[in-house]
């Protein structure tokens, strides 16, 4: 049950079987900090390349292919008060016909205020005036190493998790996730101080952050996409294009997810589902788009057996 | 601002020019009924044929191509106390090779209780014993005469509404329509006692419904896709498949809306949609797949205009 | 066995059922013509609206729910000099960040030369120079009533056919289609002197034509898709978005089409289709894309009876 | 211009930046071997782990990012007497009601005979019969190491090649790639003896082929998708799901090379294209799917300067 403190000195771009950067057992929490997008550190200075740069790997000791990672977001916390977004919907999330009528995107500034939680537009040149939204903090990019020695660019996702860009990975959120290697090999990055559904202009506001995890294995359980839970639902993710297929995938995994905890057959998860299911969508603007299938948990029957610890 | 109370003596399971019901002036409110999908009505006699059989059309005078049509949803209400729900997942929102695992699908029954405002599940044979879900009334199929002769199926959904099965039309909400023919030729029927996203068993808890509408016509706005309001959002729906395509619709209008009406150029509105989107899913059952995206009110800017009235 | 020639006075562009232009028995050919994409006639006039208007619908006698229509094309023939195509790809075949890169499409002339079977480009202000290509003249948009009271508009296909664009139809091809309402209601239309696969400009060269079919039925035998024959092919026909559902859909019907008439079962089928099978592409341009599965006829195995006469 | 003989001892079954076995020079041919999707060699054993095991890489002087490798596949032969294909056609390619009827696959087993260039079809338990069906080899698998230190599995596509299974790659045709890391670092394998369009039972004709290849760099060529050429066209390959997005990239490679080598503008090239091009289709079983785009060489005008030597 240790707490480390890691602090980064080289990122990866793409989530792979690199040489971790500390051995943690389950039960460790660890405290670390995250680049922004851009590489960008605390102090907004590029200590590294663009494109979603982790931090890590972690090393789980003992985790081995066909277990599952638990990873509790215990805090996500912006270290810097300036963060960026692109100013400009992406070509792929309008109609064919309409890109004609989209500018080149920009990069506007926002001013971060942990204490009042929220993220001021800084740009004068808008009809949106000083716009306030509330922070909502999130990593946008994390997760585990594949499987067959792959390293899968963190521009995307897939059953490894990576660049999701789902805005319910907030902290208090709990995350599963299929080992594929030994060691697990946790990567995590790409904070986004507030982000809508989609990440439709291609980013969150982009931000460094400070983040706490706790990781727990879950010995011989073995899950096929990632899968989370918060306080009022559980929950599975699909990565894939078209969404249709991420949909596919997401609804699958919950109803194995039903059969496996809650002993559910398919007709019972079916019935429960088809009156009660929710889906959030994850981003629609990397390679692979993300799709969230959510149940309710005060609809769940009671588990088969008592939670893995 | 007259109340017409209509009682349909028949159906149509195709969405487009058909002879009017009822002529209604702009402001004026229906009274009606609707058969569920399976064409029974509140005494769960199937008195018309399968297949999300509408109620109307009704010609809103005065309405012309190039006008929008406005929709109060005003009452929703199951006129009856049973209500049916198909028992699996449709094969094609699980993996494809997981279509193998799925038994046939059989009915079950839903005890709707409009006083206590609750669905309980009459079927013994799962393990979810006498689920209980909370009443959230719907419609899952309206819409108004396609352009061009068209008429469209009701298993389908296009600009002009039709099958969208989306949860967010409940009572309050208010929907617009772009008219493409005279009279507008509204049609309204598929009701849901409640509905999960994404309609994935292939049903909503189907029920006959007493719907109460009231049509106000703006003239000369044209909108392309239908559009809505409730009390916390502004929302557009695009209609399409895949669902990415969908994605496209919905996000193009709602550019187009606060282009038009709220003085947005494309680069406010991009960082506005950016960190503060949301999109919901109607169906991904039928031939063309619904998408929601929503913006919320609070969010908003002026209006450029006082609204049309 | 009569042959009709029929002068069209009207159009349609939705295919449905409107009152039939000419009652037909089965073996019994057409002698007709048809307009352009545009509405113009061998005269090069304009004379009826846009967008693919339909020749017909034609009556076959006997012709109810469940059987299945044969047309052979006997004659697709340019009936003048002129045909035009448009001159900038559509913007949902370039990826979405190369829309910008697109001009505004507009009409380049071709002189079509029946005699030496070549289309000439008319146009000075390009590379091509006199481009001159050979004449393949097909039919893009034909098909039979839908089922359900449906009009579907020549914009897009489905099931009954429709606007396919695809280069195979040309003369000499029999295709089937399924019949959904009494007495089929074929209607034909759409010609183009030639075409490139998936119709990437949104047109073929478009021109007015002459046409010929022989109609026969097939009572009582039921198919799901548009199937076809050529000298060297049996051919199944797909129409939806994205393309991998049309390719289920064309990949589906093939394995009915060998499992009925050929009594190949699907491990049988699987192993003959998946070394010898084709796919060609129709139109990537309209609302419902389109593919088509081909096995070389060399291949197939003796068919269980008779073909239908 | 040497002449390798090259004998693998390892292969990947992830495209990646390892280790070369051998480093040639622009010019220089290599004669080697590779085994079947499953990993036996030509003596029919196992001799390495599944998945399209590679052959490689083979690191080519000079190259370094930005420039384009040429490769020539001079021959691809099968070198034993016996190939596997699967049974049963994938889920993704029929419609999702229809899985139910598909059995499990199991493996079928071909005479390969190079003299009489045939594969003749050994199961007894179908209605094919000694199915015999032309020869017709190729590779399945091959590329170049990606961009961004990525490692991308051998069961799928992208930018730099990879699982594209295109029954077009065969001897004779020259491919050409984008080089993303210094060497290029080319793997090869995955030859398949014949192949469907859209290798929809999941294989070809498994077999290890003796290959013989020859690499010519172009320095300085930027190209973003393998390009390639036979004696009759030119053409690009894109690799995506849905396959509308192969289409787009596809297209739009194409549009490019237009422009940059025969200087088309976007008008010319798409008058041109939209009357002749082709498409044929890679695979449809694999994560992303392939579209190729082809253009016939008789109608290109003369290039802008003589091809890079």
Redesign the interface.
């Known amino acids: 049950m240790a707490i480390h403190h890691f602090q980064p000195t080289h990122y ?3 989530i ?1 079987s690199h040489p971790p950067v500390l051995h943690i057992a389950s039960g460790d929490s660890v405290v670390t900090t995250t680049v922004d997008a851009w590489g960008k550190d605390s102090s907004d200075t590029e200590v590294t390349q663009r ?1 979603n740069p982790q931090t890590g790997p972690f090393y789980v000791d003992g985790a081995e292919p066909s277990d599952t990672l638990m990873v509790v977001l215990d805090r996500i916390s912006p270290n810097r008060s300036i963060g960026y ?19 080149d ?2 990069v ?1 500034d926002w001013r971060i205020d942990n204490q009042s939680g929220t ?1 001021t ?1 800084l ?1 004068e040149d ?4 000083s ?1 306030r ?1 509330p922070l909502a903090p999130m990593l946008g990019c994390f997760g585990v190493a594949p ?7 963190t ?1 995307t996702s897939a059953e490894h998790g990576g660049n999701m860009d789902y805005r319910g990975f907030i902290a208090g959120v709990t995350v599963f996730f299929p080992v594929f290697v030994p060691g697990a090999l946790l990567h995590v990055g790409d904070g986004h101080a ?8 291609g ?3 982009e931000i460094s952050m400070e983040v706490q995890f706790t990781v727990r294995l879950i010995k011989g359980k073995r899950i096929r996409w990632p899968r989370g839970e918060n306080d009022k639902y559980i929950l599975t993710v699909g990565n ?6 991420a ?3 997401a ?2 995994e919950m ?1 194995r997810w039903l059969s496996e905890d ?18 959030d ?1 994850g981003n ?1 603007f990397d ?1 692979a ?1 993300t799709m969230v299938c959510k149940l309710p948990k005060v ?1 769940l ?1 009671a588990p088969l057996t008592t939670p893995a610890s």
């Open positions: 990866h771009t793409a792979g494109g977004s692109r100013t400009v919907v992406a070509p792929n999330v309008v109609d064919p016909v309409f890109v004609r009528e989209l500018p995107s920009g506007a993220a537009l740009k808008t009809r949106l005036g716009l939204i499987s067959k020695a792959q390293a899968i660019s521009d507030a982000q809508g559904d989609g990440e439709i202009v980013t969150g506001i894939a294009r078209p969404l249709d297929q949909v596919q995938h609804t699958t109803l809650y002993g559910l057959d398919t007709v019972s998860a079916s019935i429960l589902l088809g009156q009660s299911v929710e889906y969508l629609v390679p788009y609809l029957p």
